[in-house]
């Protein structure tokens, strides 16, 4: 699902099959505040939401 381009180091991937699986190499809560998290845990957040309501 995403590369880092010099040397195409995976960086991210995930299972088209899954509601929501996603594993990354990067770290995204550095990217992350209080305030704003990073889109990562707010489609996480989101999707566990969701599984909470069905």
Same mark, same amino acid.
């Given at each position: 699902? #995403?590369? $880092?381009? @010099? #040397? !195409?180091?995976?960086?991210?991937?995930?299972?088209? !099959?899954? @509601?929501?699986?996603?594993?990354?190499? &990067? $770290?995204?809560? &550095?990217?992350?505040? @209080? *305030?704003?998290? $990073? @889109? *990562?845990?707010?489609? &996480?957040?989101?999707?566990?939401?969701?599984?909470?309501? !069905?």
């Amino acid at each position: 699902a #995403g590369a $880092h381009n @010099p #040397g !195409d180091l995976i960086e991210i991937v995930e299972l088209a !099959d899954h @509601p929501w699986f996603v594993g990354c190499q &990067f $770290h995204p809560e &550095f990217q992350s505040t @209080p *305030l704003k998290a $990073h @889109p *990562l845990f707010q489609q &996480f957040i989101a999707a566990a939401l969701k599984e909470c309501k !069905d």
